[in-house]
Nanobody, 124 residues
């Protein structure tokens, strides 16, 4: 079992920044991939970014390229999502998830373990 705990969410004004963290504990493997997803009310869960624990491979949704950065600290088993130039439309609950198969999939169903989510609210 893998436990994931997100932190770092909050309320920020448009143009501001937040740094989300996903701390993993339990049975973790170097071959896992970790993804950040978000879900706004009435919308489907969507990929934001994903990375292998080694940090060798990453993927970003087009909407966040150039503004968000995903990084992994394997020694501390933490994955961060640095979010800059935030816009009101990114207001959502953000979830981190782990894929034991190890590849950076954009599909939520490929991720076995999920955190409880952290709310990000960007005010205009």
């Amino acid at each position: 079992q893998v436990q994931l705990v997100e932190s770092g969410g909050g309320v920020v004004q448009a143009g501001g920044s937040l740094r989300l963290s996903c701390a993993a504990s339990g049975r973790t493997f170097s071959s896992y991939a970790v993804g950040w997803f978000r879900q706004a009310p009435g919308k489907e869960r969507e990929i934001v970014a994903t990375i292998t624990w080694s940090g060798g491979t990453s993927y970003y949704a087009d909407s966040v390229k150039g503004r968000f950065t995903i990084s992994s600290d394997y020694a501390k088993t933490i994955v961060h999502l640095q979010m800059n130039s935030l816009k009101p439309e990114v207001t959502s609950v953000y979830y981190c998830a782990a894929n034991p198969a190890g590849y950076t999939s954009i599909y939520a169903q490929m991720y076995t373990y999920w955190g409880q989510g952290t709310q990000v609210t960007v005010s205009s």
